[in-house]
């Protein structure tokens, strides 16, 4: 019987043990459901956490590439602007120059077309005073022979010179060099009017017509010889009578400047003539246009 009731101690006692045991083991499974579930928790958190990160993650690289895509922009942008100024400082100095450089020619031009206009006037006003001192010596000269006949005797202005045209028969016989006695007082009169005017050149042109000489002539082997001699029996009367022989020139121009082509009578009288040519010294007008 005690063998009995010993067994039963021990069967009761392993029994308690065993239930202690099983109690144990549900505290310890209640322990880690409660940690798992905290794990969990924090597992959910952590992963909602990652998605935010993600989330701000891509939304940075999404600012970071528009920054970038911008930065390039303004560095293109930037490059682009210092080209621009640096041809538009280029440009400004080269549009400077030629600016200065069209002053400086226009200031040049001015000048000159200035000086130019000075030139022109004071040319027109020595021309002006020419051909009032042309207009005045030929009314000089036509009063100081006015009592001649116009046959034998003709004044005009040509090409701003006066032309005092003396016919044969006014001063010469035919084939003759000396100069009859009504000759020798028209050409005193016009002597007394040159030898004041000391501005006036004067040259003594012979002519003749187209007959030859006679043979046999003293001193004289053609023409040519007659228009010479002629002008220059005329230049020693002028210049005895007071015009300073500085200022004439005797010349002959035989036949070859007629008046008259024909081979008439009348034709050959006209071209026998000789011609005073009076022209008004320029002296002043050759300086301005030296410097022109």
Not at 222 to 238: C, F, K, P, Q
Request: proline share 2%.
């Amino acid at each position: 019987m005690k063998k009995n009731l010993f067994r039963a101690s021990i069967f009761l006692l392993a029994g308690s043990m065993s239930l202690s045991s099983c109690v144990v083991s549900k505290k310890k499974y209640d322990d880690l459901m409660a940690r798992k579930n905290a794990l969990e928790t924090d597992k959910s958190g952590l992963l909602q956490h990652k998605t935010t990160l993600e989330q701000q993650k891509a939304l940075l690289e999404s600012q970071k590439a528009e920054l970038e895509q911008e930065r390039a922009q303004l560095e293109q942008e930037k490059a682009e602007y210092q080209r621009s100024l640096q041809q538009a400082l280029k440009e400004g100095k080269t549009l400077g120059e030629n600016l200065n450089m069209s002053k400086s020619q226009i200031e040049r031009l001015n000048a000159d077309l200035k000086a130019r206009e000075e030139r022109l006037a004071e040319l027109q006003r020595i021309l002006d005073e020419k051909d009032q001192a042309v207009a005045n010596l030929r009314r000089r000269v036509s009063d100081a022979l006015l009592g001649f006949n116009d046959k034998d005797l003709t004044i005009d202005v040509r090409n701003g010179k006066v032309y005092v045209s003396l016919a044969e028969q006014l001063l010469f016989n035919s084939g003759s060099t000396k100069v009859d006695p009504k000759g020798v007082d028209a050409l005193k009169k016009l002597a007394s009017v040159l030898k004041e005017q000391q501005d006036v050149n004067v040259l003594v042109e012979g002519h003749t017509d187209d007959v030859p000489i006679a043979r046999g002539t003293a001193g004289m082997q053609d023409n040519w010889d007659l228009s010479v001699l002629r002008a220059t029996e005329i230049t020693r009367i002028l210049t005895t009578a007071g015009v300073d022989p500085v200022r004439v020139t005797p010349s002959g121009r035989s036949k070859y400047v007629p008046l008259d082509e024909a081979k008439t009578k009348e034709a050959r009288q006209k071209n026998r003539r000789t011609e005073i040519i009076l022209t008004p010294k320029l002296d002043e007008l050759f300086q301005i246009l030296e410097t022109s």
